[in-house]
C-alpha cells in the first residue's frame, strides 16, 4: 500500500498536486514464484480495496501516462544453497483436544432497495483442550463491514470478538466490539470489553474518539497487483492517499 501524499517520504507528506504529472515508485510485497514459458504478467492498479482501503469521499480523477508505467522484476541470481538437518523432534507441540467443531463463513449481502452492500466474516475456531493442562479455549470472530454505493461516508465496520477460557468447574469470558466510521475529515470510533468470571461481569471498559484525517484526501492509486495470466497471483500491494 502507498498513500500517495508520502509518495516523497513519509517525513513531509503532502496532498497530490492537482494537474501535475508526478512520478511514483511502488514497491511490490516480496515474493518468490517461478513463470512457466509462454506466461504473461498482468499490473492492475486501482484506487479502492474495500474494506482494507476506503474509495474517496469525492472522486477528482487519476490519470495514470501508461507509457511510462514499468514492473521491474529481479531474478534470483547467483545463490548458494543451505541444507538445514532435521529436528530431532520434527512435532514438538501438544495435541491439541478438539472438544467441539470450529466454522468458517463469508458472504457479501447487497441490498437492493438501499444500495448497502454487506460484507460478513464470522470465524468460530471450535473449543479444544490442552491435553496436559485441561485447559480448554475457544475465540469467535463476528465481522461486518456496510457501504452504500456512490457514498463512501456511509461506511461503518463493526468487529466482535469472544474469548473463552474453561477448565472443570471454572470459566471466563471477554466480549470486545470495536466500531469504525468516518466523516470526510475525521474517523469515528469506539470499543468496548466486557469479563465474565462464570456468569458474574467482573470488568466493562467502553471508550469512543475521532481522530482528525490528516493528509487522508482518499485521492490516488489504491493497490497494485501483479499476476501470471495463465496461474495463480505473483505478487501484491496496495495505494491510497488518504
Not at 492498479?45 to 469525492?58: E, Q, V
Not at 471508550?207 to 496461474?231: D, I, L
Amino acid at each position: 500500500m502507498l498513500n500517495l501524499a508520502h509518495h516523497d517520504g513519509n517525513a513531509e507528506p503532502k496532498p497530490m498536486e492537482k494537474g501535475k504529472k508526478t512520478r511514483v515508485q511502488l514497491m511490490l510485497d516480496a515474493c518468490g514464484y517461478r513463470f512457466g514459458a509462454g506466461h504473461r504478467i498482468r499490473l492492475s492498479l486501482s484506487t479502492a480495496y474495500w474494506p482494507m482501503i476506503l474509495p474517496a469521499p469525492f472522486d477528482p480523477g487519476l490519470t495514470l501516462d501508461l507509457a511510462s508505467l514499468g514492473l521491474a522484476l529481479p531474478k534470483l541470481g547467483e545463490h548458494q544453497v543451505i541444507t538445514m538437518p532435521e529436528p530431532a523432534n520434527p512435532d514438538p507441540l501438544p495435541k491439541y483436544i478438539r472438544r467441539t467443531a470450529g466454522s468458517t463463513s463469508r458472504r457479501v449481502e447487497r441490498d437492493m432497495t438501499t444500495g448497502q452492500t454487506h460484507y460478513h466474516i464470522y470465524e468460530h475456531g471450535g473449543l479444544t483442550e490442552h491435553p496436559d493442562t485441561g485447559l480448554a479455549t475457544q475465540d469467535i470472530h463476528d465481522e461486518t463491514w456496510t457501504i452504500a454505493t456512490d457514498d463512501p461516508l456511509s461506511m461503518t465496520g463493526v468487529s466482535t470478538w469472544t474469548c473463552i477460557a474453561k477448565r472443570d468447574n471454572w470459566s471466563v469470558k471477554t466480549v470486545s466490539v470495536s466500531w469504525i466510521a468516518c466523516t470526510a475529515t475525521e474517523w469515528l470510533t469506539s470499543a468496548s470489553v466486557v469479563a465474565f468470571e462464570g456468569e458474574t461481569q467482573i470488568f466493562e471498559k467502553t471508550f469512543e474518539k475521532r481522530v482528525p484525517q490528516r493528509f487522508h484526501v482518499r485521492t490516488g492509486v489504491a493497490s497494485a497487483r501483479a499476476a501470471s495470466a495463465r496461474s495463480a497471483s505473483f505478487a501484491g500491494t496496495k495505494m491510497w492517499s488518504w
